[in-house]
């Protein structure tokens, strides 16, 4: 894995299985990793057995046993990650949930202020860590079809539609995409879900931009918080991460 360095913060990405798992997380560094899920895995069986009782009951509650075993997969994905890094064995995790269902760490003397989101799209999950800094990540599969422009009228901000408009036709498609996926990346990171209202901040729709947060309502300084960028994901997928530039509390969760 080949870390990359922007405004302070390290970026490392890694695909589950290339490599063992890393055990130390630096206080400037965001740790990405993605992970396929394959309903027939053999891991099933090890990771249903490391899951919470909640999680259990969320999974039996899935009709289909791909989804069951897709939501396996990624909670055990994330426990075995965060056992790694905090030394802690997997199946001790607790979680918590804040009013919009954002997950963090509780229930235990020795979390550390780690952050982490985790996201995934038709067989692809990416989990993201940090310490000290909110989180979030975005993945999307490209290759549904539907009325992307009418979905942009709905939930774009008007400078987000107008940069739409203008981009080539052959192009909107992956525009539509890269700046879906950076708007989740965000309201995930900061917690409030889709009650934050997406027309509040305009994300940019070009192309492997470092600084993607273009402007922030009704706070314009709230943008230089942040970073959003892309994530290098499997082709046919975009994915994108937001995490914050700076914290003046690394021990509070954010909600």
Known sequence: MVPEVQSEIKFEF???????????????????????????????????????QDEKERASRFHFEKNRNEFIISRGSLRVLLGSYLGVPAHELGFAYSRYGKPCLAGSDHISPMEFNLSHSEGIVVLAFTKG????????YVGRNFDFEEIAERFFSLAEQQMLRNTPREERGAGFFRCWTRKEAYIKSIGHGLSQPLS????????????????????????????????PVAAGYVGALAVEADRDNPCSHGN
């Open 14 to 52: 890694r695909q589950w299985g290339s490599d063992g798992v890393l055990s130390h997380l630096g206080p400037g560094e965001v740790h990405v990793w993605s992970a396929l899920l394959d309903p027939a895995s053999t891991d099933i069986g090890r990771f249903s057995e490391i899951l919470s």
């Open 133 to 140: 800094r909110k989180v979030g990540v975005d993945i999307e």
């Open 200 to 231: 509040e901040f305009d994300v940019s729709l070009a192309p492997k931009q470092i600084s993607a947060l273009l402007a922030t309502r009704p706070d314009p300084s709230e943008a230089d918080r942040w970073l959003l960028r892309d994530l």
